[in-house]
């Protein structure tokens, strides 16, 4: 939905904001995918893993990929010799797995027939009743 994409936007906005002050090893996102996750990544698809090419028709797959390429780019940075083990292991490993699985958020989609709307979700949300009023401030 247009509310959830204004949250997303905003959020992601403020992370890659952060990156302005990095000397960059991938310029966007779109190329951090492309050029890191995808390669590395690789998987016989459709069995036990799933990918959609047109992974940025998921909101749960940008906001994902979006912390994941802050990470990366922070811990690139840091200098740190053990950064790309604790990326691997604490972040991508983890992110990958979720995205990857066959009832995760790409299911529906393959490589081969492309995008598909998951039918886990119908409309890609979460039915949400409004917050009674005994959780507001």
Not at 27 to 37: A, M, P, Q, T, Y
Not at 73 to 98: K, Q
Request: charged residues 25%.
């Amino acid at each position: 939905t247009s509310s959830m994409r204004m949250v997303l936007g905003g959020m992601m906005e403020e992370e890659t904001d952060q990156l302005d002050e990095l000397t960059k090893q991938y310029k966007d996102l779109g190329v951090f995918v492309e050029e890191l996750i995808a390669p590395l990544y690789i998987r016989p698809v459709g069995g036990m893993a799933r990918w959609c090419p047109k992974w940025w028709l998921h909101a749960e797959a940008v906001f994902r990929f979006n912390a994941l390429w802050v990470a990366y780019e922070n811990g690139y940075a840091s200098g740190d010799p053990l950064f790309a083990a604790n990326w691997m292991a604490s972040y991508a490993d983890p992110f990958m797995t979720r995205l990857m699985d066959p009832n995760g958020t790409f299911n529906g989609c393959s490589p081969e027939r492309g995008h598909r709307m998951s039918p886990l979700c119908g409309e890609d949300v979460l039915p949400c009743e409004p917050l009674p009023d005994l959780f507001r401030d």
